[in-house]
């Protein structure tokens, strides 16, 4: 039997794909794992299948069929050999019915336990843990809404605008804005058809919408007996709810406020016996200076380089360690703030054409060497119209915030994927955008900023 933490001779199962898939890859390779990577019939040629020391399929393009299908990612898993699975964002990443099924085909689950999952994972019990732990929640339903009358009781309680949110899943998914009865009508079947489609459940719940709040989320890494945070991350540009910009530290908060606001988190996250990466997220108010919690992602985030770049930690190779049994590495005088940091989340999106998707052939790819770039992407490669069109993430790091705008925008401009429309002319126009520079921006300022803001079309 090998020790806690040893990872000699070990295999791990990546469950996933696109560009989480390659960045999982590549930490567990370096970590010395042996990798083998899922894939639709559709990924076939994805970069992740490419770089990973073996692949098999999963099953046909279509995500219900494949990437979501528990039994045959399992069975695969099993083939495989795997001592691991990874389930990246996604797909089944927050779903405790596939921890508990890796884990009783007697694989490790490289996240937290499925009872975690399903305490925390689920966005009405998350609420309800971050009440006991005294953390501020903003007004909602105080569980699973049964139907449409339950959804019009509670919004009596707490007021119009709400939003309707999906209680499994992450990334926008499901989430909806009523500002009346008749709004709220016509859309919970919608969210509730949306989250059904995207996690496998369709439960939702809802809660107070404050149209001009921050997003602010703190990443933890734990044990399942100690938990540390590596500070706070700020995503208050988004297009639809999901994020497109995201900078580390938050340029918002006060040094008292960060700290109420990670020790918040550390707080909640030992409450959960939380083990692994996850994110605590929160709703900012600027001008009350006061948070409330929204909900956990039990996984890593899409998002989560910002914070390696300004820690020098690498939260994908320590959830593997913390995986296979190793203690926490880390103590909280350990982690400190380096600089600041910037991620843009570059698409296959027209943004002349209200960012419809563009699945194309991706010709040579130009990006500056002196920066992180996390993708999917190859010389050659055909983008599968069949899932998320993120192509990859590029990270700058300065000392400052403002630093690291103006390495930006020199790093926009020497970006370009021959062959692809993407949405860096999107970023571009926000690297120089005075709100955006002066960070007076809020979670609705990109769609108000949008609607007064045409992009020349593209072709």
């Known amino acids: 039997m090998s020790a806690p933490g040893d990872l000699s001779g070990k295999t791990l199962f990546v469950a996933n794909r696109g560009e989480i898939a390659v960045r999982i890859v590549r930490a567990a390779k370096a970590l010395g794992l042996r990798t083998v990577q899922a894939h639709s019939d559709a990924d076939a040629d994805m970069l992740a299948v490419r770089l990973a020391d073996a692949a098999v399929s999963v099953g046909p393009p279509q995500a219900a069929k494949s990437y979501l299908n528990i ?17 990246g ?49 903003t007004p909602g339903s105080e569980g699973r809404l049964d139907g449409l009358d339950a959804a019009r009781a509670v919004a009596g309680e707490i007021g119009f605008p709400l939003m309707i949110k999906a209680a499994a899943g992450g990334g926008g998914r499901g989430i909806r804005v009523a500002h ?7 859309l919970v079947p919608q969210a509730e058809a949306e989250a059904r489609a995207a996690f496998g459940d369709g439960g939702l719940y809802i809660e107070r919408f404050v149209p001009r709040a921050r997003h602010i989320e703190v990443q933890v890494l734990g044990d399942g007996t100690r938990a540390v945070h590596l500070f706070e991350r700020e995503c208050s540009l988004q297009r639809r709810r999901q994020k497109v910009w995201e900078e580390a530290p938050s340029a918002s908060l006060s040094p008292q406020e ?19 990466a996850g994110t605590l997220e929160y709703l900012f108010d600027d001008e009350e200076r006061r948070f409330s919690f929204l909900e956990m992602n039990t996984r890593i985030q899409v998002e989560h380089p910002v914070t390696e770049a300004i820690t020098g930690i690498d939260l994908v190779a320590e959830m593997i360690r913390i ?46 060497a002196d920066v992180r770039f996390d993708t999917l992407l190859y010389e050659g490669y055909q983008i599968p119209p069949f899932y998320d069109s993120l192509l990859g993430k590029l990270v700058v790091h300065g000392a400052s915030r403002m630093e690291a705008i103006t390495l930006l925008r020199e ?33 609705n300022w990109l769609e108000e900023w949008l609607a007064t803001k045409p992009f020349e079309a593209t072709s």
């Open 411 to 443: 790093a926009l401009a020497r970006t370009g994927f021959e062959g692809l429309v993407t949405t860096l002319a999107l970023h571009e126009a926000l690297a120089a955008e005075g709100d955006v520079i002066g960070n007076r921006i809020h979670t």
């Open 180 to 186: 009346d009865r008749d709004e709220l009508a016509r």
């Open 323 to 368: 995986a296979f049994g190793a203690p926490l590495r880390l103590a909280q005088e350990d982690i400190a703030i380096t600089g600041h940091a910037i991620e843009v989340r570059i698409n296959a999106e027209d943004p002349a054409k209200d960012f419809m998707p563009f699945p194309g052939v991706c010709g040579a790819i130009h990006v500056p």
């Open 89 to 137: 964002y996604g797909f089944l990443a927050e779903n405790a019915t596939f921890a508990a099924a890796v884990e009783a085909a007697g694989m490790i689950f490289v996240g937290p336990s499925a009872e975690t999952i399903a305490k925390m994972g689920d966005k009405v019990a998350a609420r309800n843990a971050a009440r006991a732990a005294n953390v501020p929640i």
């Open 71 to 87: 039994e045959r990612v399992v069975a695969a898993a099993q083939e495989a050999g795997a001592d691991a699975v990874h389930p």
């Open 258 to 276: 960060r700290e109420e606001i990670c020790a918040a988190s550390v707080r909640l996250a030992e409450a959960a016996a939380y083990k692994g």
